[in-house]
């Protein structure tokens, strides 16, 4: 079977170690697509201090899609990381115990870096390379103390597995929004309404400022005035989009972010910016196709991007779904992890905003 490849040294340890191997459904990339298949699952006694989290559910986000596409990880991974899931087995230190309900973040920063000091947490070299064991598109996880101590979050159990999942996608957000540094009186425009530009939306809006969207999707535009949006525009006839905007705004947005990744939405983003404006990019695009040199010197634009949330971020996200100042429910779709692959050709089509699978 396959995935002896990848976890052959482990079920060997395993086996030396004299530990009993118990196998659980996992969801494996596998030459760009999803294959189910079969993993050992986590042993919480070869980690020492920890937690093994049984997986209710897992949201898909768009870096899952990405790295499916692009190839930038190996076969045999596991992705998946907007986890909700409940406490099964735990050795550690913290307040946690079997039985409780968290949604959690992936990396954790090491807090004493130049990278952690500068509050790069995102760039720091070991918040890299933690991440949960094997990734939440499986039944059960392994995550670490220091995990525990940091990016794991009890849910309210008012709250549903799905806006629990959102506490990752949201807290990414939330680092955009601040470190966009909004005044008061700003107009702020989200460029690309899929799920990810909707919680930006909500997430500037729950910060207390006005914002507005765009895409080329009417059934999206309608959808964003239900979520904290002021207004939204259907991107059809872009001069006419950006006279009206112009209408809005005098000058242009204060500050814009863009949450589609393509040539022709940086190019839009410049457009609808007033000078001296920010412009918060906050996804990939496939051609590196940048910003032009003369736009940022003359027009004094600064072009900034924002990358996964910290610890803090999390904590304000879990926060805001907690009390409802963001709303999630609405804007994914359930799945089965039998069809995994069914959800990310919907989520590419954008037939769906965005995908909930369930374990
Ligand atoms: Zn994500
Ligand atoms: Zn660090």
Redo the contacts with the bound molecule.
Sequence with gaps: MYLKQKYKLNIFKYVLLGYNIVYMKAAILKNGRIEITELPKPILDEYGEGAIIKVLGC?L???DIVKLRTGSVMDGTVLG??VVGEIVEINSGTSFSIGDKVALGHHVPCFNCQYCWGGNYSMCRHFKKTNIKPGGFAEYIFVSEEHLNNTVFNVNLRLSDIEASFL??LG?CIRAVKRAKILDNYKCLVVGLGSIGILMGEAIHAFGNKVYGCDLIKERVFASEEFGFEKSFLLDNEDEVLNKMKQETKVGFDTVFLTAGSASAIDFAVKAARDGATIVVFSSIKNENGFKNNDIYYRELNIMGSYSPSPVDLEDSMLLIEEGRVKVAGLSVVYGIDELNQAISDTISNKIMKAYIRL
Aim: with cysteine.
């Design positions: 949201g986000c768009g870096s990381h907007e990752e996608p990414c």
